[in-house]
């Protein structure tokens, strides 16, 4: 097993530790200096690519994903935008915020918002910022209300600040009124305001946010609170404490590593060897990766954070094993020479390991996964080249009277495995899994049956907000928002007709119903009707044109011309004809038909009576309120009127307003495509989820009319989408890099048996971690989704470690039960440390502001304390049992 | 401007006059645009292009009765009471819907609603005038005329063919522009381009006169746009069988005819 003479880069390495080191210095400069050139002076190096952050949820699917594509068609559609929202709150008024000071602070903060645009780069002459024409706040938007018999008043819903609090109260009840501001503008319990200010582009969120802050702020102090949210600020927010992560947490996790390889190593100048490939790895893994041209994205941030456990493992193997043997030659060239013959192979195969299982992200269909798992591969292949070559090198460059007291000690006449705390652990546990070893393996198979329970409790979900602290500013938000409103998560479902109307055998049907026409315009004493219907009906028939729309285009612009030159005798005759053709063409109108308004009314109903929704807005409640107001205002007529004439007409009365472009947010202005505007409470993909299913499952249990065609947008719903997708593409590259592993085991070991003998650990440490998160009921979310490669890759290193070492110890000693004393002193020892150090320095990631970043501090250090425990328990006690079949062969 | 226009234009200047204040400048332009002869009619096709190039449009017939007696700008015929009669055409959905307008120079102005479908007629009252006319980029306030006591004008230029006139709201909480800007034809009095601009001193908003026909004696825009520069929408209206003095009565502008169009009158 152990190779007699070393690789060729070894020796160089020994040889030359000059070149080596200034082979890496200068690369790595090299790799940083093509990053930070561009970035700072991207004039100068325009050739190059620049640093680019994205914090954009959306992005975690690829730009052409069909739902992606289908989003932003439909923002474009119905003019949607994407919003700053402000929740004003006072909970110490009786009334809320609807009193004369609370407003009129409202009242200047949406006066101050409005002026919150700024030149913008990309449209000279344009201005960027806050949209005012669509912003929703109590002075921008329309009331509609009795004014005294058959009277109507159009009106501001507060035109200005209220001086009484009577005033404040009826602004607040108006707005209760109207369906579209009540639990949107005005909260369900009178109590809260929330404004929106949408925004051309969502990057100018932060100078928003900051404009609106500083304006609340040099207000005198009031009990009025003001919460400043929405899914552009979260975004915003979100990349600035990604970067002070990467510029806190990650140093700080080294440096927790530093200390804990000092205390386990002693001599300081050898510990800093690994942090400096530590440091390499990671700089130049990000340095190619601003180089190639992606963005810094919340995954690939992470990227530093996973490549310096992984960088420090190779060398903690080295370092421990040097420390062993150092001792026993004195001669730093002989010694570090033994222990890379020891530990080249497993080094090899525990890289190789690594990187597949970060390289099977490239499975799935997530970007930004992939582009994560191909640079944490490049960084690992990088730990692995510099720790093989450098490491020496660095030995080497050493003095050696600096080495002197350095290793692990042996006292005379005292037993060689008792001398500190751990060896003596370690000694124990290693003797007791050869006489228990039935035991361990009764454990494990209980452990286990726990993880399998577990993983059948896990729960799958995910909530872009909920990767802030629950601390947080925008999740304090968040929560008093979604409590005093009907919800701040926004999904879309996108309504048009599945079938188009009637375009076969079109004339024939056309000329029956102009010859309907004629007869009513007969009765009703039209002069001329007769010639003048005549006329048109031979021009249908006579013409050419069989698609519906050509036809009756034509005929228009034919009855149009003569319309205009009609004499006072035949022009009741043509109008009437002319009305007939546009009628018909109106038919296509399908959103001014009661029939799908109503059904629309019936839709929104049933899901407002899901839990999760607050409630939704359409077209349907536009009809329905201006329908009330110009009736009676009594709630008997807050229905869809009888015929899409009237549907019509009510919709003009209401397009006679400060904001006529409002409905084209609801409807386009064919009205053969309508959005329904979900408020949900909650942004948990599961519960977005779930309100599609029962969604298809209404619309199949009651077919609409027209084939409409129900399509889910928005943000809320993407969610889902690359949810799914990362569940499933993350079970695919699980399963494949399993298989890779494996086989990469068996052909290391060249034993199908051995093969499979190192793939237990591994299994059992991910099946538990699994195993405890679903039974703790943590979500199956996005970093929890990635970590199984990390899992995958980093558990299977101890398994190699403890088995190349065991069939090399066992060939010396002859027999396993001899082994147990050896393999429990240096092999053990080195991956004690290892998974102390690497676990422990994880963990100040737990103090980060970001979820995600948590996630992986708990996760990494359980994994690694976790396998290495397995490793060390589990494999000795399989060997124990299965000694034979294991070493038949080499006997 | 085109080219066209200006032709037009130049036409009208053989009229040349003595230095008018700017007093006597908007007179003259409210005249031309809201108070020529005694009463109007005129078919609207009212074309509406969102920023998206999707495209709307109705066709209406406007009646217009002033109460001056005379046309004579001597006699204050550049501002007066006035009726409205506007009854929509097409789209069919909403043919035989109808607005009557009556204009008070002392108080808010009366406007009633006729909507078929729902055999509804509604007084409408309205806290201001400058809300969309039926969905466009014209207000209401464009279509009738805004008092001229409502704004301080003030002349800022003279240039060879225009007056141009800053307009300020005596009460700019009443409207949502800071000022207005207009460039009022020296000799036919047309204002060719009205400009709007924010607090910020942005202008957001835009009409011009895009066709100019002289009809019974009279300059006569007879195809105007309104942009809206925010939203990016844009409306225009197209004038035909644009007419003066037609001797319009003034019982046709009543609630009754509301629902019985005086179709006659209306082609």
Not at chain 2, 100 to 126: N, S
């Amino acid at each position: 097993m152990s190779q007699d003479k070393n690789n060729v880069l070894i020796q160089y390495s020994v040889n030359h530790p000059k070149v080596i080191s200034w082979a890496m210095g200068l690369s790595t400069l090299l790799l940083i200096a093509l990053a930070v050139l561009p970035s700072l002076w991207p004039a100068t190096f325009n050739a190059l690519n620049p640093l680019a952050v994205d914090t954009d949820p959306e992005n975690m699917l690829a730009e052409d994903a069909p739902v992606r594509v289908f989003h932003n068609e439909m923002k474009r559609t119905f003019s949607l935008s994407d919003m700053v929202v402000v929740g004003v709150v006072n909970e110490a008024h009786p009334n809320g915020v609807f009193n004369p000071e609370s407003l009129q602070r409202v009242y200047e903060l949406t006066e101050f918002a409005k002026t919150l645009t700024w030149p913008d780069p990309e449209n000279p002459g344009k201005q960027g910022g806050v949209i005012e024409v669509d912003m929703l706040a109590p002075s921008t938007v329309d009331n509609m209300e009795q004014g005294g018999p058959g009277i109507v008043n159009f009106s501001w819903l507060m035109a200005k600040p209220p001086t009484t609090e009577a005033e404040a109260l009826a602004i607040r009840d108006q707005a209760l009124r109207i369906p579209l501001l009540k639990d949107t503008l005005v909260s369900n319990d009178g109590k809260a305001l929330a404004l929106y200010l949408p925004l051309t582009e969502k990057h100018y969120s932060y100078d928003v946010r900051e404009a609106l802050l500083g304006k609340i702020a040099s207000w005198p102090a009031s009990k009025d609170q003001f919460h400043i949210t929405g899914l552009p600020v979260a975004e915003d927010t979100f990349g600035v404490e990604m970067f002070i992560q990467m510029a806190i947490s990650a140093p700080l996790a080294m440096l927790v590593i530093f200390l804990l390889l000092w205390f386990f190593f002693k001599k300081l100048l050898l510990v800093v060897s690994p942090m400096i490939v530590a440091m390499v790895c990671s700089l130049s893994a990000m340095g190619a990766l601003i180089i190639s041209g992606n963005t810094v994205h919340i995954m690939s941030s992470m990227i530093p954070i996973f490549i310096m456990p992984i960088a420090v493992l190779d060398a903690i193997h080295i370092l421990s094993d040097f420390f062993d043997e150092y001792p026993k030659h004195q001669n730093r060239r002989k010694a570090i020479l033994v222990v890379m013959r020891h530990l080249y192979k497993p080094m090899l195969f525990t890289t190789l390991t690594t990187m597949a299982g970060f390289a099977s992200l490239a499975l799935t269909p997530i970007p930004p996964v992939q582009v994560f798992g191909l640079f944490i591969s490049l960084g690992v292949f990088l730990a692995w080249f510099w720790t093989i070559t450098f490491i020496p090198a660095f030995i080497m460059l050493m003095p050696e009277e600096k080495l002197a007291d350095f290793g692990h000690k042996v006292k005379a006449g005292s037993n060689e495995q008792t001398t500190t705390p751990m060896s003596r652990l370690l000694n124990g546990i290693g003797q007791q899994t050869y006489r228990h070893a039935r035991l361990v393996l009764m454990s494990t198979a209980a452990a286990v049956f726990v993880a399998v329970y577990g993983i059948s409790q896990i729960n799958i979900n995910d909530n872009p907000i909920k990767w802030f602290d629950s601390e947080h500013p925008i999740r304090v938000a968040d929560k008093v928002l979604n409590e005093h409103f009907g919800g701040t998560y926004m999904a879309y479902l996108e309504l048009e007709p599945g079938q188009t109307n009637g375009d076969e055998n079109i004339a024939p049907l056309l000329i029956k119903r102009l010859a309907e026409q004629q007869t009513i315009a007969i009765e009703n004493e039209i002069e001329n009707a007769n010639i003048v219907f005549n006329t048109v009906r031979q021009r249908i028939e006579q013409s050419q044109k069989n698609n519906r729309s050509a036809l009756l285009k034509s005929t228009q612009s034919f009855v149009e011309t003569e319309l205009d030159k009609a004499r006072d005798d035949t022009y009741d005759a043509w109008d009437a004809v002319m009305i007939f053709l546009d009628e018909e063409r109106q038919r296509d109108e399908i959103f001014k038909q009661p029939e799908a308004l109503n059904y629309m009314v019936q839709l929104q109903d049933y899901l407002a009576s899901l839990e999760v929704v607050g409630k939704s807005n359409s077209v349907a409640d536009i009809v329905k309120t201006v329908h009330r107001e110009l009736l009676s205002g009594n709630e008997s007529q807050f229905r869809i009127p009888d015929s899409a004439n009237a549907v019509a007409q009510t919709l003009v009365t209401y397009q006679n307003s400060h904001r006529p472009h409002d409905l084209w947010h609801f409807v386009t202005p064919d009205y053969r495509k309508a959005v329904v505007m979900v408020q949900l409470t909650s942004g948990d993909n599961q519960d977005m989820a779930a309100v599609a299913q029962a969604l298809d499952r209404y619309i199949s249990e009651n077919p609409p009319p027209f084939a409409l065609k129900p399509q889910w947008f928005g943000l809320t719903y993407i969610n889902v989408i690359w949810q799914d997708e990362m569940v499933a593409g993350m079970a695919k590259a699980f399963a494949g890099s399993f298989v890779i592993v494996m086989l990469m085991m068996i052909f290391l070991f060249r034993s199908i048996l051995w093969g499979v003998l190192a793939m237990v650990p591994l299994t059992v440490t991910v099946g538990l971690i699994y195993g405890v998160i679903g039974i703790i009921g943590k979500d199956y979310d996005m970093p929890v989704a990635v970590l199984s490669a990390l899992s995958l890759g980093l558990a299977i290193d101890y398994a190699i470690h403890f088995l190349a070492r065991a069939r090399q110890i066992v060939e010396k000693m002859g027999n396993w039960r001899d082994s147990i004393s050896p393999m429990f002193a240096e092999p053990a020892r080195a991956i004690t440390r290892n998974a102390i150090v690497v676990g422990v320095g994880f963990l100040p990631l737990l103090a980060a502001p970001l979820v995600p970043y948590q996630t992986v501090g708990v996760f990494i250090a359980s994994i690694l304390i976790l396998a290495g425990v397995a490793s060390l328990l589990i494999l000795p006690a399989m060997i124990t049992v299965m000694e034979k079949r294991l070493f038949r062969a080499r006997k | 401007m085109p080219i066209f226009l200006l032709l037009i234009l130049l036409f009208f200047s053989s009229i040349t006059s003595a230095a008018l204040s700017v007093e006597e400048i908007v007179q003259r332009a409210n005249k031309t645009i809201y108070y020529q002869g005694q009463d109007g009619r005129a078919q609207v096709k009212m074309t509406i292009t969102d920023s998206q190039g999707r495209e709307r449009s109705r066709r209406l017939t406007i009646l217009r009765l002033d109460e001056s007696k005379s046309d004579a700008i001597e006699d204050g015929a550049y501002e007066s009471g006035q009726k409205f009669y506007v009854y929509f055409q097409r789209p069919a959905d909403v043919n035989k819907m109808a607005f009557l307008v009556w204009k008070h120079l002392d108080k808010e102005d009366d406007r009633w609603l006729y909507l078929p479908a729902l055999d509804l007629v509604k007084r409408i009252a309205a806290t201001d005038k400058r809300t969309s006319f039926v969905g466009s980029d014209f207000f209401y306030e464009d279509v009738s005329g805004r008092r001229l006591n409502e704004d301080t004008h003030e002349l800022l230029e003279t240039t060879k063919n225009y007056y141009i006139i800053k307009n300020t709201p005596k009460n700019p909480a009443s409207v949502e522009f800071d000022y207005y800007k207009m460039y009022i034809h020296k000799t036919s009095f047309i204002p060719v381009q009205v400009e709007y601009f924010d607090k910020k001193g942005t202008k957001y908003r835009e009409a011009k006169a895009l066709a100019i026909d002289t009809i019974q004696g009279f300059p006569t825009v007879t195809k105007a746009s309104m942009e809206n520069l925010r939203t990016g929408s844009k409306t225009i209206m197209a004038y035909r069988k644009v007419e003066y003095n037609v001797g319009l009565d003034d019982t046709l502008f009543t609630e009754r005819f509301l629902r019985k169009a005086p179709k006659k009158k209306l082609r």
